[in-house]
């Protein structure tokens, strides 16, 4: 099927399918558009003219000319003709740092190697140099130096290119622009014992197999695969789903918690704002302890003035009872009054005794005139004290007469006196009664005030309010801490919601090239039946050559199902031969791999565009030791690959003990003795 | 108070006519002259009244009559100057003379322990007291009775004498061998015996609980100056109308009716029996003399203290 009927095909399938998203299509067919393309090689072959090594491992200056012939290198040991063929690939593609074929590949007495590679194409003659220091580290390697015209240009070594230059050079760069491997490619053009496997177990060989033999579905493919690479999750997409879940139930968990802290700071706030309105209502109440402490001072002045009229009242009862006395003197002369003349006769009577009441002695005429002159006692004589004693004369005293109404009136004068303070003392009581009754009143006013009990209960709220805004300013902390590690998982969400966003994205992507990749691999299928055919053909028709050894009773080749081209070599004894489960130092595992080289490189060099690049590398074709039983089919095969890759040039590399057919293969080979090159000092 | 007669009014112009010491004859005839002069036949003043006085100087002394008289008689001129300018020196012209001064109160005690004297004679069988000791109980009882009456009043402190406290003896009374026993009675008691109002007659041989009565009792009745006093009083001093007066007389008569009639011994027993008697120490107060005092000077209360001190 021509191959735009191929595309467009595809391109409708693309259009058609359920499984690839509009979005995807225009992205697809730009896929398809650009790489359903066959590889454009170079048309013009590039051949070895020449090699020069320098201190590279047991080389220390080896100039080889290569005559546009298949040539065999041969030594004493392996390690020489060895290093001649990794030096060369060094030469071109540099130093594989993931997979160093030689570790120490600086000559122990030099710093430095050197290779310089002769080429011509399309009869122009080009060198290429590289070199490697050893710095504490290999350096310079990937620093290539190409040369036009060698013998004319004296361009200085110190101007570098890139590999990209060799790649142009040797044909490499359609492959490299597919993203195949300059080494994978080159393990094509070698078959070296140790790395025997390079081509057939590399990554890309399908791939690279496929596109060499013009599968151009397969460069859709490997874009496909590229995408789908891109397509696969990095290890935080991976638990991007299930971080997400747990992340957002984490902030569900959080928010609530918020909320449920902000419901209770709400309540304390709304209980802090009824008991403030409480209290301010009980303060309300105290305030008007100015009504209350009124009446304290009121009642302190009552008191003040019970005190006072108290005094008022004594002082008053004693001028009462002064008063009384007062009567009580008035009335006890009014007493005299009513016996008046018995007691003046008494008086007169008492006044001058008569006789001594002792021994009843009348008193003399001289002692009385003593008394009445004198003063004396007319008793004891002595001087009677003046108080006890008086003159009276026959001269009454003025106003006796009018004592009785002077009683009298004073008499009525101290009864209204006394009616009055007993008037002001009824008063007073009256008036203490009064303020007492009014104290009495004012303490059950103080009672019904409640003043204390307000205070107490304002006190109470006070605490209780303290004790709640400590409570909600702890919540709102609380809720502080609770938001910060909210927003944190906040953050991580979002975080995770994108990746998890890319991961879908990807996994869409992925399930949508691979709706993709299921269109095409259909085609690719075919192809690779195909060319597997092809190659089957060649490598039976190669099985021929094999008459004595291992492959003597070879009796054909098969690929796998499996869409590679792995294959297996059948014997008569249905034994069955795979190169995958063969040991790297198996003798058979040379034969296998000439063969599938071989086979491979036979069939490109029948197709119409193919790798410019024309060189076949065999080291050491008939192992390390002798190899009896295998090495006439080897040496046959040799001889058999100069007439099947006719258009190649051909350097195989053995030890000088593996020559015993040099006479058959001299008839094909130039012979070189790697001594005449080597330094053997070691 | 009315004591109006011829011979007061002529007692003045005597004394008047003494001083101006005039031969008798002329002496008469200056007293005859004088009362005719005077000529007041009714007046409510005394002989002494200084109005009444006043009256002879204004009207009588002073007449031309009168000074010609004096005159006449050759009576010093500066005597007669004063005759003249009514300036007659009545303290010189008038006797004067000593007498131991007693209060009012104690007066009223004297005259009151005289009526009970009295009183208690009548109506005892030998018309005496047969007892210092008698005296002193009686008294005592007399005045019990007044302590252990309400007053209306209630006023003096620390102690509340009852009625005592303004009616009654003001004698204070202690507790003796014989009982209550009071120094100031027994001084009234010589006062009264001292002027002849009672008697005191010693009966030898019989005795009382008394001290100074423990060989021979001392008969107390009235004296000569007593049964005058008292038969001059009589009636003004068995009805006595003021009422503190008459709650005295009618303490003094309730102990004589009740305890009249009791001998010594039974005396002796009712009293040392009395409760605050009995449980009293010696020389313990029993009864502190009354403090109102009947008198011009000012009547004070005792303090506490001073009631105590003055116990």
New interface residues.
Partial sequence: MPEDNIKSDIRKSIREEDNIDDEYEDEFIDILDSRYTKLDFDKSSVLLQRIQIRAFRAITDLDLPINNQNTIIHGKNSKGKSSFIEATRFNLIGRDDDNPLVTDAIHKNYDKLETDSYWLKNDVEYKIHREMEDIGGYEGHHEPNIVKYPRKNGVPISQRQTQANVNNLIGYTPLYQRGFDEFDVFSLHSVITGELRNFYNCNDATDLIDVLFGITVTNVVRKIEEELRGCELDEEEKKAKGLLQERLQRSYRLYEEIQTLQDDQEDAEEVIVEKTKQRKKLSHLIENKGKVSEVLSEKINIKDDISDLQTRRDEKQEEF?SI???I??V?????????????Q??????????????C?TSISPSKHEQ???E?DCP?CGEE?PS??????????E?G??DEKERRHEELEELEARRRQVKGEIKFLNDEIEEKKQRIQEIERIEEESKFFEYKRQKKTLDDEITQLREQSRKIELRIEAISEKFHEVARDVRRWKLLNKERIQKEQRQKAFEAFQDLITREQKEARRRVQNQLRQRMNSLLKVFTRGTFETATGVTFREDDSYKYTVHTTGRKKSKPELLEETNAELTLHMLLFHVAVLAELQEENSTLPLKLVLIDSPYGNGQDNENAPDITDFLLKMTEVLDEYQIIVAMADSNLADQKRLQQKYDLSAIADYIETGE | MTMTNKETHHKAIERVAEWLELPRNEENQFINLAYDLASVPETNLTHFDERYLQHLEDNVFSDPRLLGFLKQSRINPTVIEQFESKQIPYDEVYQQWNVIEYSINEILDLTMLLKLISQYSDQSEKGLIDSRYRLQKLVYLVNRRLVKQERAERDTAPYDHGKLEKTGFRYTYRKRKSGPYSKNLRDDTYRLSASDLIDEELVEGESTPEITEQHARLEISLGASGRVMIGQFHEMMNNLETGVLSEWESAINTVIEDFGSMSIEELHNYVCDIEDVRNADDRKLLIRGRQVKYDSELWQIGTPQEGLSHA
């Fill in positions: 009872g009384k006395q007062a009580s003197k009335e006890s002369e009014a007493v005299t009054e009513d016996v008046a003349p018995a007691l006769e008494m008086k007169q009577l008492v006044a001058v005794p008569n006789h001594c009441p002792i009843t008394f009445h002159e003063g008793l009677i108080k006890r004693y008086d003159t009276v004369s026959e001269v009454e003025k006796q007469v």
